[in-house]
């Protein structure tokens, strides 16, 4: 089965760097376009974007302004962000990245490059996921062991467990169930005694006459 391509955002308001960006981009990704700051926020929640390649300067609403819309936002805050820029102004990288975006790329567009930071980002949101989604596995795991540490209802003659559906299961299944405990099986001294007391005897120690 292949992987769907991830999804990527090019928002820029000269059609000219829009077309090296998706040359450099289209082959390996899924690219979408917006020309200005209010069609970025737009189609950002339209298509939601793995990645956002977003211009700084563009009139209206610049850059800084969409960026900060986009972390303001449940749904977007995650996306990660790279300004494109020409600037190149300490002063401005630092707003930028005070405003969320991971990463600058300086124009003239170096399009090897920005494949490069692309990739680069795009494999760290995936391994941010990756965890995300592992600590949502084990808060789940958690949960459920916690289901334990309640009142349970067990049959007083069998010993048997009912669970949440109704149904009566051996203790040891039930326990396997909600947690990650294996069960080996042995005789404990009153069973063994019970049900072999001619070998019960012989385990006993003797005493010294």
């Known amino acids: 089965m292949t992987r769907d391509k991830a ?22 990704f899924e690219t979408f376009f917006a020309l200005n700051g209010v069609d970025a926020l737009k189609t950002a929640q339209a298509v939601l974007p793995d990645l956002i390649l977003l211009d700084v300067m563009m009139p209206a609403m610049d ?20 300004f494109i820029t020409a600037l190149g102004q300490p002063e401005e990288e630092s707003r930028g990245l005070t405003l969320g975006a991971v ?54 003659s069998c010993k048997k467990i009912r669970d949440d559906k109704g149904y009566w299961q051996q203790v ?21 005694e019970k049900l072999y007391p001619n070998q019960y005897a012989k385990m006993l120690p003797k005493e010294n006459t």
Do not use: W
Request: glycine share 4%.
């Open 7 to 28: 999804k990527l955002l090019i928002v820029d308001d000269t059609a000219t760097n829009i077309q090296i960006l998706n040359e450099a981009l289209e082959g390996e």
């Open 63 to 82: 850059g800084f302004e969409v960026c900060s819309r986009l972390k303001e936002d449940p749904q977007l805050k995650d996306i990660p962000v790279i």
């Open 103 to 156: 990463d600058y790329v300086t124009k003239p567009i170096n399009p090897a490059l920005v494949l490069l930071r692309v990739r680069n980002h795009l494999e760290l949101k995936n391994q941010r996921d990756a965890l995300e989604r592992r600590t949502r596995e084990l808060e789940k795991a958690l949960a459920e062991i916690k289901l334990l540490q309640g009142i349970i209802p067990i049959c007083a």
């Open 172 to 192: 040891e299944v039930f326990i396997m169930n909600h947690s990650e405990a294996e069960f080996s099986h042995g005789l404990c001294p009153a069973c063994a």
